[in-house]
């Protein structure tokens, strides 16, 4: 069995998606311009997570009808691993996305239409790329050792500039855009182009999405390898990538303010990196148990954020104060 996709879940699964999108572009028009609540993000955050649980019971629910509970438990810890590693690589995308924000200083509340545009673009490029990934290692199994290598490369590369402050303004493509369109000094609410003295300008906010359009292709060649590394089932690539991203709007509400406090994360995600493109390299070597993998990925995240949290609130608590009797 290569795939336990059939043409009727992607089908449901494509459907869903699509609702999904429409009720979040809905809710955002009801809503207006303006800022996103923690409470907000928080609750929405919440329902994607149990979206994704739910997918994973009915998938496990249905294949132990249909071909028994040792593929069941197998699928359904292929796609909790896939989920979890590609969420916190999302973490990831969040500080890029607030780094851009504040570099271009979008105001909280046009910030909203660009992250779900650039959730859909994430979408559509994901899509694209597990396809041509899963097609490549059909065909080419030895790819599955490029892949492995450009995860140990990235996350070597991630620990070694986890403190490294990057220089938006000697990015390229914005370099590219401020020599070839016309870009406004001000924004236009949250409009892309306007029409001034007869010609077409584009405004800041369309840099962003640019930008931010880049970023999900940068990412997703960390991402796509990262979840081949676990599951070679273009199902449970594509379902699992696409849960992960479907929060990630409502993911940065929540953290965009508690950014600063997870400083630790970097080289979580850092080490999850290595480690799955070390198990990848060892495919055909040895292969690291689902369970191990999913352990180790749960683990490391744990520490990651609970040790951020535990720096952040002792350098919070030394740099107080000290109070007067």
């Known amino acids: 069995m290569d795939s336990i996709g059939t043409w009727y879940w992607y089908t449901g699964f494509a459907v869903f998606v699509l609702v999904a999108i429409a009720v979040d572009l809905l809710v955002l028009e009801a809503k207006g311009a303006k800022k996103v609540s923690f409470r907000e993000a928080l609750n929405w955050s919440i329902v994607w997570v149990l979206l994704s649980f739910v997918f994973n ?21 292929e796609f909790f691993t896939g989920y979890l590693i590609e969420k916190s690589l999302a973490v990831d995308n969040i500080f890029v996305f607030l780094m851009l924000f504040t570099f271009f200083g979008v105001r909280p509340e046009h910030q909203r239409r660009v992250l779900i545009l650039g959730v859909v673009l994430a979408i559509v490029l994901r899509a694209i790329m597990i396809l041509i990934g899963a097609w490549l290692i059909a065909k080419f199994h030895w790819i599955l050792y490029v892949f492995g290598a450009i995860l140990l490369i990235t996350g070597v590369k991630m620990l070694l500039m986890a403190e490294a402050e990057p220089d938006i303004n ?55 390898p990262a979840i081949f590394a676990i599951t070679l089932d273009p199902f449970i690539v594509l379902t699992s990538n696409v849960f992960a991203i479907l929060g990630l709007r409502a993911m940065y509400f929540m953290l965009a303010d508690l950014a600063n406090r997870f400083h630790l994360l970097k080289y979580g995600l850092a080490f999850i990196l290595v480690f799955i493109g070390i198990k990848m390299l060892l495919l055909d070597v040895y292969k690291i148990p689902i369970g191990f993998a999913l352990a180790v990925v749960g683990i490391v995240l744990v520490v990651s954020v609970v040790g951020s949290l535990w720096l952040t609130r002792a350098g919070a608590s030394s740099a107080a104060p000290p109070k007067n009797d």
């Not at 629910?61 to 359904?76: M, P, Q, S, T």
């Not at 306007?194 to 931010?212: C, D, Q, S, Y």
């Open 57 to 77: 019971a009915l998938l496990w629910w249905y294949l132990d009808d249909k071909f028994g509970r040792e593929i069941a438990n197998d699928k359904a810890a």
């Open 170 to 224: 000697k990015n390229p493509i914005l370099k590219f855009m401020r020599r070839h369109i016309r870009i406004t000094d001000v924004y236009h609410g949250e409009k892309f182009t306007v029409i001034e003295n007869g010609k077409r300008w584009f405004t800041p906010l369309f840099a962003v999405m640019i930008m931010i359009g880049v970023t999900d292709i940068i990412f997703a060649v960390d991402s796509i």
